[in-house]
């Protein structure tokens, strides 16, 4: 389990509505729960819960329109530096290779003098990308796509990782492989990561503590906290009997097992 150090992210009573042709279509309602620093935190729920809402809100791209959501104290009004955030989809821009593409968001933040004299190598090592720097998005698979756009966020170097379900259009060997990535980069690093995913068995892998929201109006239901031994390697983890009994867990709360 991660070392309580305070909470980095926390939402109380947060809601969340949009505009449609009736009457508003609320998404979260009453939202609570509190994210402790150098956590790993999966959030399950069905389709169409919110939890896209969410991770927007978490990072300050969608204002709420009650509660509130802090970071570290400070509340959340809009984008901010010390947060990165990962979509679904790559979002990479095509007229630029894998190190540009890198350095896009530095360059962008910081301006591109910045961005040319950041030192790429162990960022590209980390993601398995050393020879590929010169390539462009279209030369690459979807998994190496996906882990340049991690890249983009890492670059940055954010207090708080933000990723709303990316893998989730890979296929399962892929998305092992960057689950894996991922692992051996957070627990390098210990960033605070909040993850979106349909995937049980990839939210027990991955996290410290795994929330499990209901249906629309989204509201966090349960909290499993997920005591496996770390460093984590997948294949000793997923063949434990606990590894099994938080999967069967879950899946009783999410309506599947």
């Not at 709303?164 to 092992?176: K, N, Q, S, V, W």
């Not at 690093?189 to 993850?195: E, M, N």
């Amino acid at each position: 389990m991660a070392r309580d150090l305070g909470p980095a992210i926390e939402l109380v009573d947060v809601s969340k509505s949009y505009a449609s042709a009736g009457s508003p279509l609320k998404v979260l309602d009453g939202l609570a729960c509190v994210i402790h620093d150098r956590e790993f935190i999966s959030v399950l729920g069905p389709s169409g819960c919110g939890k896209s809402t969410l991770i927007r809100l978490m990072a300050g791209l969608l204002p709420y329109d009650q509660g509130v959501v802090t970071l570290r104290g400070d509340k959340v009004t809009g984008p901010r530096r010390d947060v990165g955030i990962v979509f679904q989809t790559s979002n990479l821009l095509p007229w630029l290779d894998v190190d540009a593409n890198l350095r896009l968001g530095v360059e962008i933040r910081h301006g591109r003098a910045k961005a040319a004299a950041l030192d790429l190598m162990p960022l590209v090592k980390t993601l398995g990308l050393i020879g590929f720097e010169a390539a462009y998005p279209h030369q690459l698979s979807g998994g190496m796509r996906h882990r340049v756009a991690i890249g983009q966020a890492l670059a940055l170097n954010p207090d708080v990782l933000l990723m709303d379900e990316p893998f989730g259009a890979l296929d399962a060997l892929t998305r092992d492989q960057l689950n894996m990535e991922l692992l051996r980069i957070w627990q390098r690093d210990r960033k605070t990561v909040v993850l979106i995913t349909h995937s049980i068995s990839e939210a027990v892998l991955l996290s410290d503590r795994v929330l499990v929201m209901s249906e629309r109006p989204g509201r966090i239901i349960e909290q499993v906290a997920i005591d496996l031994p770390r460093p984590r390697d997948p294949a000793i983890s997923r063949a434990s009997p606990q590894f099994g009994g938080y999967v069967v867990r879950l899946g009783n709360f999410m309506g599947v097992s």
